[in-house]
């Protein structure tokens, strides 16, 4: 099984708003040990990357020569939701997040990336019912979709944390509403965790079964998204392994940690290194 992480594993720098660039991510997780990757595009929006710029297209050959160079392979992505380091709230902020969500697919469809990871449009007040947000992720997402889709891109809708698609059914009913079998499942166990109340997340993954495409493994105590690592927190790993391979998954196992996120550049190298053998022991276990 193949295990790896999100480019986040290197992207915060410590004393300023910069990202440490995806070529410099994709190095530093090769020598930490890693050989496959998760290219988090989420921040286009937010310019804190080379890929908002009308030189997109040469920065995205150059991530794709990196990773080829490096051996890394990138079998998923995550492409940008609305998150608060991104303006979407009025019509000029949103269309530019729009523009950016499509440059993101083109940027996967450049580097050849299979599958990209969204976020489901959510409940933000609380007062819509399943088939309301059902509804309303169909206006969302059918257009982006059906563009990504024409460009070989797979999509995997992510469980989420609280509200809508917390609940696994609802994924389900989500993704099965379109019907195609390059729609599937994002498992993120943290979210999971939380949405459970440190439940086990077994019946979730029976349900969702076949449709999962790929994973996002942290962890936490049931309260907060930490992005912890495996074991740091509450989740039963145990349980979470027995369960993808009961379900016969063989995507890759990508861990979504937030170990680098705050610590100075001189144990960034240390901590992805350690990173790696506990992804690998949770590969293991499963395996």
Known sequence: MRYGSMSILFREQNGTDAHIGYTESLTRMKKAGFDTADLNLCQICAHKTTLHGDD??????????????LGIALPQCHLPFKSAKVKWKTPEDYAYYIEMFYRAIDVASVIGIPRAVIHPERDRDGTRSEEEMLSANRREFDRLIEYALGRGLCIAFENMRTGYCSDAGQLVRLIDSYADPRVGACWDTGHAHTALAGASQRESLLLIGKRLFCTHIDDNFADKDLHLLPWEGTVDWQDVASSLACIGYEGALILEPSVNCRSPDGLKDENARHAREVIKRLAEIIS
């Open 56 to 69: 997109w297209r040469a920065e995205a050959e150059k991530i794709a020569d990196a990773a080829v160079s």
